[in-house]
């Protein structure tokens, strides 16, 4: 299944915060973070491997809840080369070994000046 | 640049037809993974290989099939098409079969099924 992302759009002003959310309804061995935009390829931001795992460049940062099966990623003193969509691609963990990335439907990011 | 090559970069087609898209893998990567991608359904992942050897298959349509071969490079070949295949594709590799270091996606063929 799709991970659920939300929002599903948010629109900032140059230097607010923006959190984005991601959820699995399966176990989850890693979240993968990327960043899109317009008319280009998606690019690789991070991962998360571990429960609990927070990570971060910049002022881009992420945290994995393996409990909750819930990623977010936090944008700090959002700057306009942040506007784009954001996916996440979530790993599942099952019996049969781990299950190849499923991306979310995105979360579209806009910042204005 | 990210070092992920496809062509072509668009492609318009006919319904009926067949097609071939090419990816050449970052340098010293050994997986190559092909997505759709579609304004209502984001990224669908459709199959990947490792050095070679299909190692995960996604929803990949019986009419569309896929090859990489010893020197990396991949091809997806999308046959009958239909007005529904319209989309994005992207191939993205990685060096593991994992890909725990990220994947990276190329720039993509936009298909235009008419």
């Known amino acids: 299944q799709q991970p659920v992302q939300s929002p599903q759009a948010v629109i900032l002003r140059e230097g607010e915060d923006a959190v984005i959310n991601c959820s699995s309804s399966?176990?989850?061995?890693?979240v993968h973070w990327y960043r899109q935009k317009h008319g280009e390829a998606p690019v690789f931001l991070m991962i998360?491997?571990?429960?609990?795992e927070q990570k971060g460049h910049d002022k881009i940062s992420a945290s994995f809840n393996e409990k909750k099966q819930q990623s977010s990623l936090y944008l700090t003193a959002s700057q306009l080369s942040y506007s784009g969509t954001y996916f996440c691609?979530?790993?599942?963990?099952?019996?049969?070994?781990?299950?190849?990335?499923?991306f979310g439907t995105g979360t579209r990011l806009t910042i204005i000046p | 640049d990210s070092g992920v090559t496809q062509t072509p970069k668009h492609l318009i087609t006919a319904t009926g037809q067949r097609v071939t898209l090419r990816c050449s893998p970052r340098?010293?990567?050994?997986?190559v993974y092909w997505y759709q991608q579609s304004l209502d359904q984001g990224l669908q992942f459709l199959i990947q290989?490792?050095?070679?050897?299909?190692?995960a298959k996604g929803n990949i349509l019986e009419r569309f099939s896929a090859q990489q071969f010893p020197d990396l490079h991949s091809e997806l070949n999308l046959s009958s098409l239909e007005l529904g295949d319209s989309a994005l594709y992207f191939c993205?590799?990685?060096?593991?079969?994992?890909?725990?270091?990220?994947?990276?996606f190329g720039s993509g063929t936009r298909l235009t099924v008419v």
């Open positions: 993205a590799s990685s060096v593991g079969p994992q890909g725990r270091s990220g994947y990276t």
């Open positions: 399966k176990a989850l061995y890693s």
């Open positions: 998360l491997l571990k429960g609990g």
């Open positions: 691609g979530t790993e599942g963990r099952s019996n049969f070994g781990n299950e190849k990335l499923t």
């Open positions: 340098s010293g990567d050994l997986s």
């Open positions: 290989y490792y050095n070679g050897e299909e190692r």
